[in-house]
């Protein structure tokens, strides 16, 4: 069964960095798209950033200059590249692929950023 595996979140200072990163695996499958999303406490979740084929990527604004989306090998494996991260960055982070058959999503990562 195709499970998604995330690494890499945690607890970081004001202006530090981390970088996140979701493996898909179990089986063949056709990747559309691969992005992650965010919700913070009482807040929607939201779209932080997304990669289509190999090099189109969209950002959500308030990430826009900070983050870098990029894939490995433009099937596999998605990263979040997160720099001067911000107190207002602290959310459960989400991997998410969409297939040609439907969408997958990760269980989710901490990251917290103190001030």
């Known amino acids: 069964q195709v499970q998604l595996v995330e ?5 970081v200072q004001a202006g530090g960095s981390l970088r996140l990163s979701c493996a898909a695996s179990g089986g063949l499958i056709s990747i559309r798209a691969m992005g992650w999303y ?3 406490p009482g807040k929607q979740r939201e779209l932080v950033a997304v990669i289509t084929g190999a090099v189109r ?4 604004d308030s990430v826009k200059g900070r983050f870098t989306i990029s ?3 433009g099937k596999d494996t998605v990263y979040l590249q997160m720099n001067s991260l911000k107190p207002e960055d602290t959310a ?7 297939t040609i058959a439907r969408d997958y999503w990760g269980q989710g990562t901490q990251v917290t950023v103190s001030s």
């Open 7 to 11: 690494s890499g979140g945690g607890l």
């Open 38 to 40: 965010r919700q913070a």
């Open 57 to 60: 990527t969209n950002y959500a």
């Open 71 to 73: 894939r490995e090998n």
């Open 92 to 98: 459960v982070y989400y991997c998410n692929v969409r």
